[in-house]
């Protein structure tokens, strides 16, 4: 009968990856384990996850929690559903664009509330939802240019109150819910492309209503605006402004009479047609643009005031600065910048990266006037520190290499590996003169003599009179 052997646990010796798994194995399988989170067809870099051009006609299994940016674009993506993203809580930057997505589905960006980015361009969406976009409250850019789009919902974009920037340019699009963007909803929004669409008329009265950011970055050119009074009313006012929409595209704003598109005309360019009209009074007031310059030393407080020549009681101020932005009084979150109710704007301590244009706008509600104020702000370094900093380090490498050189070449040098040999020390109390005079005599019957001599002299160690030890070298 064979007996069995009780089990050995491995030792420190006897221990194989074989026997035992280890820690090293269990980390080899985790990393197994976290490599499988990033699919085959994609590319997976630090934060960053790209499927593009993977021929994808749905979404991956499995992908990657850690994802800040995730490009899906040029696929074959048709459908999209609930969670489709779910529990990326890091995601930021969502990039679909050149797919084959005709409808969004409910809840397709659940648990994705961080995306501030958002792709959807050159797809074959339609109308554009109201819960496309719900639980997006961080989302900053949307694209939606070169779809199919010929509707958008009133309260599509209603929640998304940190949206700056809005593209619906190359679509189908005939009505826009202008109505539904005000100071309060979109305090942020400076751009809103809405050209090369299908719109003939227009609700002028919405536009007219829209906040002042959103009507100075608002793209109406390569539409199918109908010619009337009305129309070149609000244009003739926001060219009046010299608002860069109408300044860049001013070939590209037309309209026809009675739709006919042979009759079109670049009224920006054209304007006898429409002096028979009548401009309102509150729109044909000229913009006031005022000038000036002011020069601050880093560190220094500066006051930029805002001198109007609006006569209201109900005005409002709003600064555009280069390194802040627009500035208003709910929009401050900056202890050393303060926005006064006459328009003086001050901030404490000025910074060489406040140098620029500092643009005033004060606006009278009631009458619907505005005006605006510039100033030029040049930082100034204090004349202590005017030296140039390229110069102090090019002065510290020079002295630094002086020292180096100083070092190498005129300092003794100290390392074992470098000592030269002293000179012979021939000791002259140490020995008595029976046995110097053996030392330098030099005979056959005293040359053994000699060599033990001049072992015990150069070669073992001496005590001084102190008693302490000295080793001669060689």
Known sequence: MQVLEPLKYPTSKNMTFGLYPGPLLVLLCLFCSSEETCPAMCLCMSDTVSC?????????????????????SHNNLSWLGWGSFNNMSRLENLQIAHNQLSKLRHGVFHNTTG?????L?????????????QGLWKLEELLLFNNKIVQVEAGTLSSLRSLKKVYFSLNQITHFPFFSIQDHSHPFLTMLDLSSNRMARLPWEDLKALPGLV?????????????????????WHWDLKGYGSLKDFRDEHTCSFNGDHRSSIRFLRHTRVFHNCTLDKTISQPLTTLLSTVFVSEGDPVHLDCPTSLNGTDL??????????????????????????????????????????????????TQALNATWEVNVTVLLPEGESFNTGYTTLLGCLVTMVLVLIYLYLTPCRCSCCKQPKPPVIPIATYDPSTLASIFSYSTRDQPKIQTNKHVAFMEPMMSDEGNEWIPES
């Not at 593009?52 to 899906?72: A, Q």
């Not at 969406?125 to 819960?131: A, M, N």
Request: aromatic residues 10%; neutral net charge.
């Open 121 to 133: 361009s050159s797809n074959k969406l339609r109308v554009v939802e109201q819960h496309y976009f």
């Open 316 to 365: 409002s101020f709003t600064w555009l600065s280069p390194r802040k932005g627009y500035i208003t009084q709910d929009s401050i979150n900056d202890t050393l910048i303060h926005l006064f109710p006459n328009g003086t704007l001050e901030i404490q301590h000025v910074k060489v990266n406040d140098t620029g244009p500092y643009v005033c706008t004060a606006m009278d509600i």
């Open 115 to 119: 995306i501030r980015h958002l792709d």
């Open 52 to 72: 593009s051009f993977s021929g994808l006609s749905k979404l991956p299994l499995s992908l990657p929690l850690f994802s800040v940016t995730l490009d899906l």
């Open 215 to 235: 009507q100075r970055g608002l793209y109406l050119h390569n539409n199918s605006l109908i010619c009337d009074c009305s129309m070149y009313s609000v244009f």
